[in-house]
């Protein structure tokens, strides 16, 4: 009886053993399946493109177990309803540049660039070494939103303008496309700031609708066709000399990721970062000559007194942003 006893009880246990490799086989086997947004036009190249390589990397990394699908600016969402879809959890993911969403949270202007601040290496030293990102983290908090950075520039050019800027004088009562603290700085020297996704700049510099505009550097100018809606390019690019380009999740869904997934998502956008900037990097210079050379573009430095100007009324700027937070 004594045997019979035990055997019955090392069966049910014996079941037991059984059953939990097996439940913990299906939860690791679980499958996502996320959606990204990004303020980007379909095909930018670095862009919408490194958004792209960060979802396969994530997808070959879990074995096709984790799977985002991206959607360009305007092919789900427009380009700056880009936080609010994520925010309210419309789709899990979104890449953009955090100074788009100054309108709802103007702090948020200080994780992409500050003029005259950091360039790409010092937003990431501040960012992963410095406590910038548990700053943005609590930021977004309320949001309901978990950044990450993913994605730099590098130092951009100072824009293209339809006249010449010989001093302070010239800037009042442009109308110029530059988003951030940029266009804050900019207000101050009588410039009229507005703010349009990449896709809407070209049209809007050939027909008026603005005088002049930032958008990056010469590979991404080039492709646009600046040149053709403008003739002089300036340097340096004072407003953004290393914008951080943002990755937002929406909180909820990331609570529900399994930690492996959670940490491709980090190594992803890691990777991301690192090959976007190198890209924009190596691509730039090849592109600035034939701007040159092909097109005859001709490349301006900002006056010094306009220089100084914009440096001090940056100072203003600042102040008066940390005043109000």
């Known amino acids: 009886m004594k045997r019979r006893d035990f055997l019955k009880t090392a069966t049910v246990g014996a079941l037991a053993t059984a059953v939990v490799p097996t439940t913990a086989l299906a939860a690791s086997n679980k499958r996502f399946n996320w959606k990204m947004v990004t303020t980007w036009p379909p095909n930018m190249p670095i862009l919408q493109q490194g958004a792209e390589r960060f979802a396969k990397d994530i997808e070959k990394m879990s074995d096709r177990r984790f799977r985002i699908q991206v959607y360009a600016a305007g092919e789900l969402i427009p380009a700056m309803q880009t936080f ?29 660039a500050v003029p005259f601040g950091m360039n790409a290496q010092g937003m990431n030293a501040w960012l992963h070494s410095g406590g910038g990102l548990k700053l943005w983290r609590d930021l977004y908090k309320p949001f ?80 646009l066709g600046l040149h053709r809606a403008a003739k002089f390019y300036y340097y340096p690019g004072w407003h953004e000399p290393g914008p951080t380009l943002e990755l937002s999740i929406n909180s909820k869904a990331w609570a529900t990721l399994p930690k492996k997934f959670q ?63």
């Open 144 to 223: 309901n939103l978990v950044p990450y950075p993913m994605g730099n520039t590098g130092v951009q050019m100072g824009g293209w303008f339809r006249k010449k800027i010989n001093s302070v004088n010239d800037l009042k009562g442009l109308k110029m496309r530059i988003p951030g603290l940029g266009g804050k700085v900019m207000a101050q020297a009588g410039v009229n700031p507005v703010l349009l996704a990449g896709g809407e700049i070209y049209t809007a510099l050939e027909r008026g609708t603005i005088d002049a505009t930032e958008w990056i550097g010469p590979y991404h100018d080039l492709r």
């Open 84 to 112: 609010d879809a994520v925010s309210q959890g419309t789709v899990e993911m979104g890449h953009g540049a955090a100074y788009y969403w100054a309108g709802k949270v103007p702090a948020a202007q200080f994780f992409t």
């Open 263 to 325: 940490v491709m998502v980090e190594t992803a956008a890691a990777a991301a970062n690192s090959w976007m900037l190198s890209e924009f990097e190596s691509r730039n210079l090849d592109a600035l000559q034939e701007l040159k050379q092909k097109h005859k573009v001709k490349v301006y430095a900002f006056p010094d007194d306009v220089l100084k100007t914009l440096k001090k009324l940056t100072h203003k700027t600042l102040e008066a942003e940390a005043e109000k937070d």
